[in-house]
């Protein structure tokens, strides 16, 4: 080993400088952490001992935790032999000095100083170019470094596992004070969610009546140790009571279910298993309430009985409600049994699966199996309404009052009206249709026998027309030859002003135009009349009600004249349009006008006929009165009846079938007493809408006949084109010279 040649001298100085120097730095090492031991450690020996290359490492015993740090540069061979102990495969027991460790190799040395038995603690190693190195001196300072800084590391270690545990400590606590808050709250919300479970369980015993219960063996006697809130609710005690005894329960059952309900509740006991069993109990007031018990016994391993938990359920009113339901399905039943009605259930094919006993007279069972149309008599006759019912039944709607012609019980035709609904179970499956049929072959032949009658009043009120267009004839003749010998005179006229020289071709315009206008008038009264005469079915159209009675009275107008009557005519200012069949009232009208004049010729007084409209709130109104000798009041309704009159040449059936013209438009017919004398009809007919008309259009406010009238399609007038102002193709103004009568 090299040793210092004067060790006297001043590097004794230095190296004493270098020990307080260490000294002074391992105090400055106190609480540092590892790595900033290692780094000021190699630092100060590269310093201190001018060396070329410090290498430091520290780690704990059991080598975790190392660290390590390098300062310069050393010979390859030198950090070869580093890094064999650095990697742990030769054991470094003692100082070990490599020769030519400097930087180049040449001069020099190098040092490995274990810190430690067998470095556990790691190891210091240097290398220096200076001559000697190491010297006992380096030696000595590398050692006195080395041991200052393994327990500076210790002691930071031992500092860093205080501060873990310290740390640790506080994370404990700080995640146990954690734990604890976070327990306190789930606590605290388990607490209000029981809370709640057990208001919601209370709540939900109470809706269901739903009482729980348990009985406990104690020392061989069964006593209650739970009787749940609903529970005292069910058997009227007072929860503030306490429990009840096992016998007071026992003694609320009805005496005609105790003995019962003990042997089905001490057999499931001795079979060990539960029991559900249905009985009565008899309150303090004598309120009977039902209650179902539901028991579940629990065993020792050794058979013997511990305790029983169950419940009690308050049916009460689902009994009732049963016991009301079975009498309403009885009544229902017998309701089945003696109507006319049946009651039928097909499946998704439309073939029959039930039929009540009396469908179809008799031989129900028979059609089970088979679809309604398998018996139907007018499938090829009437095949419209059979498609529009299975195309109903394909598109699953429901369907009413379906007739149709089905094989009756003594194979004779069965007409049959039937409705149905189709049937969906839960899932929305079509499971068929479910409805009822009822024989209506009575209601079907009455019909067609009252459709025989109305044709036979259609046909007497034919047959009535054309008598009072007989009564009219004379009447009639004259109101059709007027025009035409008018139309005659004009013609004629024409002629002479053609035959003029010039010719007067304004006076020849205006003639013709009145030809034009009297052959309209004769047109119109020939309509008139082919529309009373004409035999056709009722019509319902809407028509003026003022215009009505206007073409009516030209009809007549030639009657009233020829019998000296007055005619008044007091129209409606506002009318509301009627729907119906304009000739059916027309002929009312008529009747009624007719029978005035003929009740007015026995009388030498005055004749007065007054014909009125009027809106009664949402009827039309039209009145005819005379001044006639009246009829009896004790006879007012009897005028009414078919076959009677008061006249010696009339048969009685004009009344009766206006009456039946004016009940079949849901109207009234009915006759008042005038005074001094004479008798007024009135009928009233509903209105077809609610506005009403401005004005009338075919009365004078004065109640005089206006000339112009409404044409019927089945005359075209001759004016139609006319050019003729028309004020002229209304008549003739003014007769023309030259002409002929």
């Not at 490492?57 to 390590?68: H, I, K, Q």
């Not at 000798?629 to 007012?636: A, F, Q, V």
């Not at 509903?686 to 009238?709: I, K, Y």
Request: aromatic share 6%.
């Amino acid at each position: 080993m090299p040793v210092d040649p004067e060790p006297n001298g001043p590097e004794l100085s230095k190296v004493l400088r270098d020990l307080v120097a260490l000294s002074a730095a391992s105090s400055l090492w106190v609480g540092r952490e590892s790595q900033a031991i290692a780094t000021e450690l190699a630092d100060l020996l590269a310093t201190l001992l001018n060396l070329d290359f410090a290498f430091v490492r520290l780690c704990d015993s059991d080598g975790n935790g190392a660290v390590e740090v390098s300062r310069g540069t050393a010979a390859p061979t030198f950090v070869e032999r580093l890094q064999h102990y650095r990697v742990g495969a030769g054991r470094l027991s003692r100082a070990e000095v490599v020769a030519g460790a400097g930087d180049g190799g040449q001069r020099g040395g190098g040092l490995v100083l274990p810190l430690g038995v067998n470095a556990e603690f790691g190891l210091v190693a240097a290398a220096s170019t200076r001559p000697h190195f190491p010297s006992e001196i380096d030696q000595l300072l590398l050692s006195v470094a080395a041991g200052h800084g393994a327990t500076a590391f210790k002691m930071a270690r031992v500092v860093e596992a205080n501060q873990r545990a310290v740390a640790a400590l506080a994370t404990s606590e700080r995640e146990l004070r954690q734990a604890h808050d976070e327990l306190e709250a789930k606590v605290a919300e388990r607490t209000a969610e029981l809370r709640r479970s057990d208001a919601y369980l209370a709540e939900a015993h109470r809706l269901s009546h739903t009482g729980t219960w348990a009985v406990k063996n104690l020392n061989g006697e069964l006593a209650v140790v739970h009787w749940s809130e609903e529970s005292y609710r069910i058997y009227g005690l007072d929860p503030r009571q306490g429990l009840p005894s096992r016998a007071w329960v026992w003694h609320q059952a009805h005496p005609d279910d105790r003995d019962r309900l003990y042997a089905e509740t001490e057999e499931a006991q001795r079979q060990k298993k539960d029991f559900e069993v249905e009985f009565r109990i008899l309150l303090r007031d004598g309120t009977i309430k039902y209650v179902e018990a539901i028991g579940h016994h629990v065993f020792s391993p050794r058979g013997e009985l511990l305790e029983i938990l169950g419940t009690h359920v308050d049916v009460t009113e689902r009994k009732r409600a049963q016991e009301a339901l079975q009498e309403s399905e009885a009544k229902f039943r017998d309701y089945a049994e003696s109507a006319s009605d049946w009651f039928w259930e097909i499946g998704p094919d439309y073939k029959c699966t039930l039929l009540t006993q009396n469908a179809f007279g008799s031989n129900a069972a028979d059609r089970i199996g088979t679809a309604c149309w398998d018996h139907s008599l007018d499938l090829e006759t009437e095949p419209e309404k059979w498609r529009l019912l299975r195309a109903t039944l394909e598109s699953r709607k429901p369907f009413r009052d379906f007739v149709y012609c089905s094989v009756g019980s003594t194979d004779s035709p069965m007409y049959v009206k039937t409705s149905g609904k189709p049937v969906f179970d839960v899932n929305g499956e079509f499971r068929g249709y479910r409805g009822t049929g009822t024989d209506v072959t009575a209601i079907r032949r009455a019909q067609e026998e009252h459709e025989r009658l109305r044709q036979l009043e259609s046909d007497l009120a034919h047959v009535n027309r054309l008598s009072m267009m007989g009564v009219l004839a004379a009447s009639l003749a004259h109101e059709v030859k007027q025009p035409i010998a008018t139309a005659r005179n004009n013609a004629r006229a024409a002629l002479n002003f053609l035959a003029k020289r010039p010719p007067d071709l304004g006076e020849v315009r205006e003639a013709l135009g009145c030809i034009v206008g009297d052959a309209d008038r004769a047109g119109d009264i020939i309509d008139r009349i082919r529309a009373h005469i004409k035999k056709a079915p009722p019509r319902k159209d809407r028509f003026d009600l003022n215009e009505a009675v206007t073409e009516v009275v030209e009809l007549a107008r030639s009657a009233i004249t020829r019998h000296g009557v007055s005619l008044r005519l007091q129209p409606a200012e506002e009318l509301s349009a009627i729907q119906g069949d304009r000739v059916q009232l027309q002929q009312v009208i008529l009747n009624l006008i007719l029978n005035a004049i003929e009740a007015m010729s026995s009388v030498d007084g005055p004749r007065e006929l007054l014909i009125s409209t009027e809106q009664r709130e949402t009827n039309g109104l039209v009145s005819v009165g005379d001044s006639g000798p009246g009829i009896d009041p004790e006879k007012l309704e009897r005028v009414f009846q078919a076959f009677y009159t008061t006249k010696s040449s009339g048969v009685g059936i004009g009344l009766s079938i206006c009456r039946s013209i004016i009940d079949a438009h849901g109207g009234r017919l009915w006759i008042e007493a005038n005074t001094p004398r004479g008798a007024t009809f009135h009928f009233a007919v509903p209105s077809a809408a609610s506005e009403l008309r401005s004005s009338p259009q075919s009365l004078h406010h004065t109640g005089e006949l206006r000339e112009d009238s409404v044409p019927t399609a089945a005359h075209q007038p001759a004016s139609a084109g006319n050019t003729r102002p028309p004020h002229l193709a209304r008549g003739p103004r003014r007769r023309h010279r030259g002409r002929t009568s």
